[in-house]
């Protein structure tokens, strides 16, 4: 069964303090990974796509990287306004283009 | 370039009303979908269109219907609501099923069944 697993569940840092999501997936044949941030009372909002093992994506203050097994979600010297709830997806050989959703890591940035 | 839009925003129902949330997109995208979202449980797949005139089910179909109205709209119909259906759920468009192709979010009806 493809599954999707994310940790922390929460996560609280404070600005400046680097940490990493995590991301473990069991997928039958990898499509793609995707991240989402979702902000309260709103949709998620694309991030990164990676591909295959050894990819790399980077947007201002994050990093995402992807292995055979696991993605990980790096936040540099993160501030309060990154404080979000961060989603992680595949999508398995077969799809009709949807996604299988982890269940987020909530990420708080204390000034 | 309002990207996918929701309506209605909130909704409070009776259990066994009716309901139909609607969807449409103004990205000329060719795929749709219906996921519910709720605490502790992630996103789940209700429906799909992976492209005009298609619907398919996904992982929790159960007492739900949809339209594909044409190549902008997608509907979400509850024929018959029960609590457990209380959720938020979200619509979401892409460009096609090809490999690696985003889902874009519209931002939610928030549905309470009492």
């Known amino acids: 069964e493809d599954q999707v697993t994310q940790s922390p569940e929460a996560l609280r840092l404070q600005e400046g303090e680097s940490s990493s999501l995590n991301c473990s997936y069991t997928v039958s044949g990898l499509r793609g990974l995707f991240w989402y941030r979702q902000d309260p009372g709103k949709g998620p909002e694309f991030l990164f796509t990676?591909?295959?093992a050894g990819e790399e994506k980077e947007k201002e203050r994050l990093k995402a990287t992807l292995t055979k097994k696991e993605s990980f979600l790096h936040i540099t010297a993160p501030k309060p306004e990154d404080s979000a709830t961060y989603l992680c997806a595949v999508q398995a050989r077969g799809s009709q283009g949807n996604l299988i959703f982890g269940k987020g890591t909530k990420l708080s940035v204390k000034p | 370039n309002a990207g996918v839009t929701q309506t209605p925003k909130f909704q409070v129902l009776k259990t066994g009303q009716s309901m139909t949330l609607q969807c449409a997109q103004d990205m000329n995208h060719n795929s749709m979908y219906w996921y519910r979202q709720d605490p502790g449980m992630g996103l789940r797949l209700i429906y799909y269109?992976?492209?005009?005139?298609?619907?398919d089910k996904g992982e929790v179909p159960n007492g739900y219907n949809v339209s594909r109205l044409n190549k902008r709209e997608f509907s979400l119909r509850l024929e018959s609501a029960a609590p457990s259906q209380t959720s938020v759920y979200f619509c979401?468009?892409?460009?096609?099923?090809?490999?690696?192709?985003?889902?874009?979010f519209g931002n939610g009806t928030r549905l309470t069944v009492t």
């Open positions: 979401a468009s892409s460009e096609g099923t090809r490999a690696g192709t985003p889902l874009h």
């Open positions: 990676l591909y295959s």
């Open positions: 269109s992976a492209s005009e005139g298609t619907t």
